[in-house]
């Protein structure tokens, strides 16, 4: 049993809320993948574990759990949320969504860090945390010709001529 599930359950008591087995194991399943996974991807995961854990138990665990602080939800616009535990290998990381087969690479650059802090005290502004997600196509897309997406309008610049 992964050590933050003990986090999670002081977390459950300090709130008020019941600590259930199957709280507990939604919460499992997330601290110990290292992917994003949606709450399909809990949903299966759990099925093979043979416990009963409806949708809505999941949807209502992986919300206190980013309440928590303990996960994170990411939307890389899909449609739905992905979830991923914050204690995982690699604390601090970006990530490359690919916008055609939604493939997400994770990355982690010191110097890019620093250079968004430097910019946030420029603004005055003391940062806490960040997110960044770049959009694109991954190797494998291009490889397969895959031009990029429609985006939509962009700047109408002819409206200012
Ligand atoms: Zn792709
Ligand atoms: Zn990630």
Redesign the pocket.
């Known amino acids: 049993m992964s050590p933050y599930i003990q986090l999670f359950r002081r977390y459950l008591r300090e709130q008020g809320l019941p600590v259930t087995p199957q709280r507990e194991a939604v919460a499992q399943v997330i601290f110990s993948s290292s992917?994003?996974l949606s709450v399909e991807d809990i949903e299966s995961a759990l099925r093979g574990t043979g416990a009963r854990t409806g949708k809505a138990t999941i949807y209502r665990t992986v919300e206190i759990l980013v309440r928590s602080g303990l996960v994170?939800e990411?939307d890389f616009g899909e449609g739905f949320k992905r979830y991923?535990h914050l204690f995982?290998q690699?604390p601090v990381?970006?990530?490359l969504i690919c916008a055609n087969c939604h493939h997400?690479v994770?990355f982690q650059s010191p110097e890019m860090v620093r250079g968004l802090e430097q910019m946030a005290r420029t603004h005055g502004f003391v940062p806490i945390r960040h997110r960044l997600e770049i959009y694109g196509l991954c190797g494998t897309c291009q490889a397969q010709g895959v031009l990029p997406p429609d985006e939509g309008l962009t700047c109408p610049v002819e409206l200012l001529a």
């Open positions: 992917g994003h994170e990411h991923e995982g690699t990381h970006e990530h997400v994770e």
